[in-house]
């Protein structure tokens, strides 16, 4: 992974690298140097990478020949002693806030080295760009420290890093427990709480390294202060704290407590907040101590006013010159600057969450992590919480809810962060064999992942996921499977879906159909993919499956109108309005009053219902049209019988070759000839004769329903034959007009006609006869009609009247028989129906009679009837 770094940390242009000639080498490959740290950064940082398990890592190296150049060789024996201390010193103390040793010290005649967690720098490191790029920085140490800036410049890394406000509160209360922690468990003074001895790891995390001084406090008393040596210019600086950050009872009383190390503390807030420089800047000069320390309460007030409110009088109170007007650090953590602050304490149980069981774990990262994430700034997302979730994902008990912090982080990522951060580490949750929850979690949140991975093959690893969940036995992993399948359906091609999602979605419904739930989660499916589907795919397989779910539940009913609604929607998928009226409206129906449906499912029901409706009514509509047009039905010619001649107002007219034919009487005609006979007053001025005649003719008149035969009467009656006028008249064909044929004329005495008088126009009709010395006329009568007679209105008769009379005399009475005799019966009833005082005798109605119908010998419905009598 790392180069080794030949000649790095100055070897003098010696030309290799002195960790060559160091044991640690053997454990760890070595990389480039970062940092450095501790008294006159005389540690050199290291990044290196643990051969065993690839582990990251940060590697110590101190040099020997440093020692000698600063001091007289007797006390290079010295200065090793003293960080060979500070070692053991950080292997004893096991705690999260303070700098964790992989590896420990490893010498050789030429250094000195050993390993740590992975460091990004040390706080003087980061600091000495703020003081370089801060107002007034011009004569400032560059590290904050009172050390000569030519033992170490500071690394170019650490020169554009920044802290955010939410990094400077966590890093303070991280310190705060980390002195809490030696105060109160082992009574331990740290002595060196400086830059210089402050860790920041590649996490975020700030770490409490630099034991190489600490003292322990009095076993009696904890809170008495102990006697201490002050610092002095008489022995090294590298074997004596940072005289910046000393407490002034160390300095001038010589006395040493647990408020000694909260003014320390104190001295690094205020040079966080002053662009890395500290108030005191003693140059390593007792005396320049003493002077600004004079002067601290003026520095504090100015400086006071860029530290955060909630901070301002703690950070006086810890700047206090007397000790028992400091805080401890007990009472510092409970500051309202860290308590109030959700975020903090999220970062706070991150940090510890390797100490605690599988239940919490479970619980922080399914609900506190989760909701403290859109709030964590996102450098700390990558920085501080996936390091934490990274290493998690490897323990299959916390896996599915630890999916929880990770999936909502690769939601609101870049696709460049997740290529770059996240993707590497998590394909092996994707290949990896995982618990139910973990399976569940990932497939119902699968098109999150697939809206980050660009790659086709990556994007086949996630597909992958959810084509096994279908080969699944549980339950619960195929019913993500298909919700999954509503997400992620424009991410599979669709062959996937035809030949793979389709049928395994129909296998496993065959299986889980009582369950309502999967029913709904088999529906959401289908109808997701319905628009990739092909027509007879729908029709073989997809109308099956909504015929067989069973309605009981407003959910599944709800989910069926809404699949019935696409199918509707386009004619491509297929659906019939056979199908519709046979096998969905059926089944539909019903629904309609189910009381367990709300609004919105009724309104859905009913819009789908009427729009199946609407489609069987357009569709039968135009079928029915067609077939009209295809198979047209003969027209019905309007008999003459069929229309009325009532209130007609027109002149008397002849109607042309008309012959009435001779028949044998009935028995019926002569008894109703003879009852005809005893109203001999109308007949014998109808005909001018006696009303005793024997021969005396008679006209009844009666209305007749529009489907009553003629020969259906009890009086049969002659046809009438009319010559051929014109074939285009109205109703009329160029074949003649058909004979009209009664029951008394067989079939061998039809004859042709060959004209065709134009039907009149009216509503109703009458049906009369004519006696005339044992003839009967058939004639038409009209009631509530008209009937045009003239030549105006029926011009065809006029023109053909003489061609008729030369073409067919033989057919025709006698002209002065024929036509008078019709002439004689026109003007008559005209007369009588118009202005004659016998009107009401004519338009009264006679007795019902009801004679026999001829066909079944019962009594046939006889229409009112008026009767005309006439003698000779």
């Not at 499977?481 to 509503?486: I, K, P, Q, R």
């Not at 739930?517 to 092909?534: H, M, P, Q, W």
């Not at 029901?605 to 009514?617: A, F, K, N």
């Amino acid at each position: 992974m790392f180069s080794k770094l030949k000649g790095a940390g100055g070897g003098g242009g010696s030309g290799h690298s002195p960790l060559d000639t160091n044991p640690i080498t053997q454990y760890f490959e070595v990389g480039k140097q970062t940092a450095c740290a501790g008294p006159g950064l005389i540690w050199k940082i290291y990044d290196a990478v643990r051969k065993s398990d690839r582990k990251e890592a940060s590697i110590f190296l101190f040099e020997k020949r440093l020692a000698e150049k600063l001091h007289k060789p007797k006390r290079k024996d010295t200065v090793c002693e003293v960080l060979r201390g500070s070692v053991r010193q950080l292997e004893r103390f096991r705690h999260p806030k303070i700098l964790q040793v992989l590896h420990s010290v490893e010498e050789c005649n030429e250094t000195l080295a050993f390993a740590s967690e992975p460091i990004l720098a040390s706080l003087a490191n980061i600091l000495a760009y703020h003081e370089a790029s801060g107002s007034g920085a011009s004569g400032a140490p560059s590290t904050g420290a009172s050390h000569p800036n030519t033992v170490q410049r500071p690394p170019p890394h650490a020169k554009d890093y920044s802290f955010l406000d939410l990094e400077i509160k966590y890093g303070l209360l991280q310190l705060t427990e980390a002195l809490s922690y030696l105060h109160y468990t082992h009574h331990m003074l740290h002595r060196h709480v400086c830059p210089a001895s402050i860790f920041v790891n590649k996490r975020g995390v700030w770490k409490l390294g630099g034991l190489e001084f600490t003292e322990r406090l009095n076993e009696a008393d904890p809170q008495e202060p102990m006697p201490i040596s002050p610092w002095t210019s008489r022995v090294s600086k590298l074997c004596q704290p940072d005289l910046d950050y000393i407490a002034p009872e160390v300095q001038l009383h010589s006395q040493i407590c647990m408020q000694s190390d909260m003014f320390s503390l104190g001295m690094v807030i205020t040079s966080i907040f002053n662009h890395g420089r500290p108030i005191i800047q003693a140059n390593n000069s007792n005396t320049s101590y003493q002077r600004q320390l004079d002067m601290l309460d003026e520095h504090v007030k100015m400086i006071v006013t860029d530290i955060p409110l909630p901070l301002r009088e703690a950070t006086i109170r810890l700047l206090s010159k007397e000790p028992k007007d400091r805080p401890t650090a007990q009472l510092l953590c409970l500051l309202k600057y860290f308590t109030t602050d959700s975020v903090v304490s999220t970062l706070q149980f991150l940090d510890v969450i390797q100490m605690k069981d599988p239940p919490q774990k479970n619980a922080f990262y399914k609900q506190t992590l989760r909701d403290s994430l859109p709030y964590i700034p996102r450098k700390l997302w990558f920085q501080h919480v996936w390091p934490s979730l990274e290493a998690e994902m490897r323990q299959s008990e916390v896996l599915a809810s630890v999916l929880k912090p990770i999936l909502l982080m690769i939601e609101h990522s870049t696709i460049e962060e997740y290529e770059n951060v996240i993707q590497d580490s998590f394909r092996t949750v994707l290949t990896s064999p995982k618990t139910i929850q973990a399976t569940v979690c990932l497939l119902e949140n699968l098109h999150i992942i697939l809206e980050k991975t660009q790659k086709e093959d990556a994007r086949m690893e996630v597909l992958r996921v959810l084509y096994n969940a279908f080969e699944s036995t549980t339950i619960q992993v195929q019913s993500a499977a298909l919700f999954s399948v509503t997400n992620v359906a424009d991410y599979i091609d669709e062959q996937a879906i035809r030949h793979m999602i389709l049928p395994r979605t129909l296998s496993v419904f065959a299986q889980n159909s009582a369950d309502l739930k999967f029913t709904i989660a088999v529906l959401s499916c289908v109808e997701r993919i319905l628009d990739r589907l092909d027509r007879p795919i729908i029709l073989d397989q997809v109308l099956p499956l909504l015929t067989e779910v069973r309605l009981t539940d407003p959910d599944i009913m709800y989910r069926v109108v809404c699949i019935y609604a696409v199918l509707l929607r386009d004619k491509k998928y297929g659906l019939t309005v056979n199908q519709m009226a046979t096998r969905v409206m059926p089944a539909l129906l019903p629904q309609t009053v189910n009381p367990s449906l709300n609004l919105e499912q009724f309104t859905m029901l009913l819009q789908v219902l009427r729009e199946m409706l609407d489609q069987i009514d357009r569709n039968q509509r135009n079928k029915l049209k067609l077939d009209n047009m295809s198979l047209p039905s003969p027209e019905r010619r309007p008999l003459r019988h069929l229309f009325s001649s009532d209130n007609m107002h027109v002149p008397p007219f002849n109607i042309p070759n008309l012959r009435v034919e001779q028949r044998k009487t009935s028995s019926a005609e002569d008894m109703a000839r003879k009852n005809s006979a005893d109203s001999g007053i109308l007949g014998g001025w109808w005909f001018g004769g006696g009303s005793s005649s024997p021969d005396s003719n008679f006209l009844r008149v009666q209305n007749a329903l529009p489907i009553r035969r003629l020969s259906d009467n009890t009086l049969m009656t002659p046809k009438i034959r009319v010559a051929h006028s014109c074939s285009s008249s109205p109703g009329g064909s160029p074949g003649g007009l058909p004979i009209r044929r009664h029951s008394s004329i067989g079939p061998q005495e039809r004859r042709g006609s060959t004209t065709n008088l134009s039907p009149p126009t009216g509503a109703g009709f009458y049906h009369g006869s004519v006696s005339r010395e044992g003839s009967t006329l058939s004639v038409p009568a009209a009631y509530g009609g008209s009937m045009p007679n003239t030549s105006s209105s029926t011009p065809f008769l006029s023109s053909s009247m003489s061609s008729l009379r030369s073409r067919r005399p033989s057919a025709c009475l006698g002209g002065s028989q024929g036509s008078g005799l019709l002439q004689s019966l026109g003007t008559g009833m005209v007369r009588q129906l118009t202005g004659s005082p016998m009107g009401s005798a004519i338009g009264s109605p006679m007795g019902s009679g009801s004679p026999q119908h001829p066909g079944n010998g019962r009594a046939a419905p006889s229409p009112p009837h008026y009767q005309l009598f006439s003698g000779r």
